[in-house]
């Protein structure tokens, strides 16, 4: 007989056998833990959406790697394997303490008790390089199973730093990398404020079932190679996210209408400088390319109204 639907769902997302799901258990149970909704904890047990994300970060024991919320260390320990320095950032203060101990065998793992917001990638590299191995380089990557909340802050946090990672491969929700990774028709300020820094794809898909506690969602390994500089010339990057920012502030909206209401001046003040940009006034905001809104940025810039 066939297995029922209970039990054929029960097995997809929970897959008793798997080596990771006996291991994240025992762990939680030896350490009286559970997972916590609120830091939007959720440990991964599927052993080969872990070696995708390993194969996708293309580690060197070179490589200088920084994960964000190792949670129990199942990733922390395949980096350690192929890498050369790990810095693992976890918040929650009992996992950190935990990792102390469950990881103490590794040489090449750090294990930081921080918020990875409030952390300067450069000042903790520069920290950490005292005790990094002989022929570690002086760049880095990220490598992390995000929590579905912090995603765009992490993101942020170190495309706008001034040490960037030279690849970032992250765990996130599957409709956000989705975002992140669309071209023009379906832009938004998340997909313009990632691909001006680097070159998003998605690597993988992964079901909720690859997760204990399964979330509600699926996600996605994400994967952005960063550029050397943006490809867009913008001299003034904060202008040219405001810029960005108005133009997405009635996304529903001609470009024309929401540019004005984003940027608090008149239809009539807009519509001369989209065109000297080239730009329609009925398009969309998510229809613009990125070349685009930096031709656009350098016209308003020029202007009266600069942003």
């Not at 609120?38 to 047990?45: E, K, P, W």
């Not at 080969?48 to 060197?60: K, S, Y």
């Not at 191995?133 to 992490?154: D, E």
């Amino acid at each position: 007989m066939g297995m029922k639907p209970r039990e054929e769902t029960a097995k997809r997302r929970y897959p008793k056998a798997a080596p990771l799901m006996a291991q994240t258990r025992g762990v939680l149970r030896r350490f009286g833990l559970h997972a916590r909704k609120g830091l939007g904890q959720h440990f991964l047990i599927d052993e080969a959406v872990l070696e995708t994300i390993i194969r996708a970060a293309e580690l060197t024991p070179a490589d200088v790697i920084i994960e964000v919320g190792p949670g129990l260390g199942v990733l922390t320990r395949e980096l350690a394997r192929r890498g050369g320095w790990v810095v693992a950032v976890e918040l929650d203060s009992q996992l950190a303490a935990i990792l102390g101990q469950t990881l103490a065998s590794l040489a090449n793992v750090a294990i930081l008790n921080e918020d990875i917001l409030r952390v300067d990638p450069a000042a903790l590299l520069q920290e950490q390089r005292v005790r990094f191995p002989a022929g570690v380089a002086s760049g880095y990557k990220v490598v992390a199973n995000l929590p579905y909340y912090i995603t765009s802050p992490v993101l942020r946090h170190f495309l706008e730093a001034s040490l960037k990672p030279r690849i970032m491969v992250v765990m996130v929700q599957k409709e956000v990398a989705e975002a992140i990774v669309a071209g023009p028709g379906a832009m938004s300020v998340l997909s313009i404020s990632v691909q001006f820094y680097g070159e998003p794809s998605i690597v993988s898909y992964v079901p909720a079932g690859s997760f204990y506690p399964a979330p509600e969602v699926d996600s996605a390994v994400l994967k952005v190679r960063l550029y050397s500089r943006p490809p867009v010339a913008v001299s003034d990057r904060e202008g040219f996210f405001r810029l960005v920012r108005a133009g997405f502030s009635a996304p529903r909206k001609q470009i024309a209408n929401s540019l004005a209401q984003g940027l608090g001046v008149t239809r009539d003040e807009v519509l001369p400088l989209l065109d000297r940009a080239g730009i329609a006034p009925q398009r969309r905001a998510e229809a613009l390319t990125l070349e685009q809104w930096a031709g656009l940025w350098q016209v308003f810039a020029q202007g009266d109204k600069a942003c």
